[in-house]
Nanobody, 114 residues
Framework: QVELVESGGGWVQPGGSLRLSCVASGTVFDIHTMAWYRQNPGKQREKIATLWSGGRLEYIESVKGRFTASRDNAKKTVYLQMSNLTTEDTAVYYC????????WGPGTQVTVSS
């Protein structure tokens, strides 16, 4: 059974930075295209960054130039370096594979406020 565990969230002031991590266990990792998602209460989960198994990265427009996703297949981990954070980035952040998602992890809360 695959388990995903996100970490690295917290409170930060606008303009600040955070680095999120997501570790997968119980699966082969490098063949899967992974993604970072975020969700706020009452809203749909939003995919914000895609890490294709071949190395290509894709981002939604609102995080381009501010967020950088990466993966370490040996560690079965994906990362999300977030910079120049705004209040609009406040959410719970998750990772998962994009096709036939595994059970969702607990997520990690990111709160951006002054």
């Amino acid at each position: 059974q695959v388990e995903l565990v996100e970490s690295g969230g917290g409170w930060v002031q606008p303009g600040g930075s955070l680095r999120l991590s997501c570790v997968a266990s119980g699966t082969v990792f490098d063949i899967h295209t992974m993604a970072w998602y975020r969700q706020n209460p009452g809203k749909q989960r939003e995919k914000i960054a895609t890490l294709w198994s071949g190395g290509r990265l894709e981002y939604i427009e609102s995080v381009k130039g501010r967020f950088t996703a990466s993966r370490d297949n040996a560690k079965k981990t994906v990362y999300l370096q977030m910079s120049n954070l705004t209040t609009e980035d406040t959410a719970v952040y998750y990772c998962n594979r994009i096709y036939d998602p595994w059970n969702w992890g607990p997520g990690t809360q990111v709160t951006v406020s002054s």
